[in-house]
């Protein structure tokens, strides 16, 4: 399968599993965990420096997460263009968690 992947794609994944990580963290006390990851969508030729990535949480408790991130490159044409897309779940690390990802 690692002929089908795009040539940049697993720096891209990281740098938006970074971002989502961040936000992630600005809502779960402690330490937390990553836990799944839904709908990743990414599109070939986009890397890390030559995008603009936004992570957003979708929803959120005191034990878990889900952040959507969207990472957008330039266009030949000037405009932008989504580079990928994906959801990314993350848990806190306490051993009395109620929500199972």
């Known amino acids: 399968m690692l002929s089908n992947r795009p040539e ?16 992630a963290s600005l809502h779960l006390p402690g330490a937390i965990r990553f836990a799944k990851c839904d709908g990743l969508q990414i599109n070939e030729g986009f ?25 957008t490159g330039a266009r030949e044409d000037g405009g932008r263009t ?8 993350f848990t806190t690390l306490t051993g009395q968690r109620e929500y199972r990802a």
Do not use: H
């Open 47 to 71: 890397s890390p420096p030559d995008v603009e990535i936004e992570a957003w949480s979708l929803s959120a408790d005191q034990q878990a997460i889900i952040v959507s991130v969207f990472a």
């Open 8 to 23: 940049k794609g697993l720096d891209l994944l990281d740098a938006m599993v970074t971002a989502a990580a961040d936000r």
């Open 82 to 89: 989504t580079a990928a897309t994906g959801r990314f779940t």
